[in-house]
């Protein structure tokens, strides 16, 4: 049986959400922040030195890091919700598994941190916005001509990028005005599997 620990509010939910889509048993370890310092407890550094969510053990195996945990589950369940058959698809797969902590994460977190330092983080906030501003309206355009990030089918890609789009919805000006993106979260959001996942996983403030 596969354990997920899971940190509450945090990427980690779409873990849960994936291994609900695959339909792999597993079973929730749920780990609170600490209300002060948003960080997670240090339990977690018992399963990974890193004492980051999310971390899967499957069996004697620890594995960390969404984008790796990610490819480990596709890979168990056969594939499914994995590579598309076309060269193109598959190329924009890999890409989108890489990008959503690779290159869209930063700025959200940037974001995070300026807004905490109040005042002192001011000055910075406009040129991280904008460079934010130039994901939402690069991915904005993306989804303009299929319904999915990699293909014309939901893979593993879209679990990838629910929670830098849904952290862009809470806290990173991600509105009406990027249509194709909100019609994205609201199909996401309706898959009976994300909803499972939202029961078992506990407080998540971006869905
Ligand atoms: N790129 C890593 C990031 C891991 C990460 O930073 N996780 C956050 C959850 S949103 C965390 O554990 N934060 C609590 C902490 O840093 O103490 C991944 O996707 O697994």
Request: with cysteine.
């Amino acid at each position: 049986m596969i354990v997920v620990h899971h940190l509450e509010n945090s990427r980690s939910q779409r873990i849960l959400w994936l291994l609900e889509e695959l339909g792999l048993p597993y079973e929730v370890r749920r780990y609170a922040r600490n209300v002060k310092t948003m960080l997670a407890p240090e339990a977690l550094r018992a399963v990974h030195p890193l004492g980051k969510a999310p971390v899967i053990e499957d069996g004697a195996r620890i594995v960390a890091e969404t984008g790796a945990i990610v490819e480990y589950l596709v890979e168990k369940a056969g594939d499914r919700l994995g590579p598309p058959a076309n060269r193109e698809a598959v190329l924009r797969y890999r890409y989108f598994l890489h990008y959503a902590e690779g290159s869209m994460m930063p700025p959200l977190f940037g974001l995070l941190v300026v807004n905490r330092l109040g005042l002192l983080g001011r000055p910075a906030r406009k040129p991280i916005q904008a460079m934010l501003d130039r994901h939402l309206d690069w991915l904005e355009s993306e989804l303009s001509g299929r319904d999915w990030f990699a293909c014309d089918q939901f893979t593993a890609a879209d679990v990838m990028m629910s929670f830098p789009l849904e952290v862009s919805r809470t806290r990173g000006g991600l509105g009406e005005s990027r249509p194709n993106l909100i019609d994205w979260l609201e199909r996401i959001h309706a898959r009976p599997a994300y909803g499972e996942a939202l029961a078992k996983g506990g407080p998540y403030a971006y869905a």
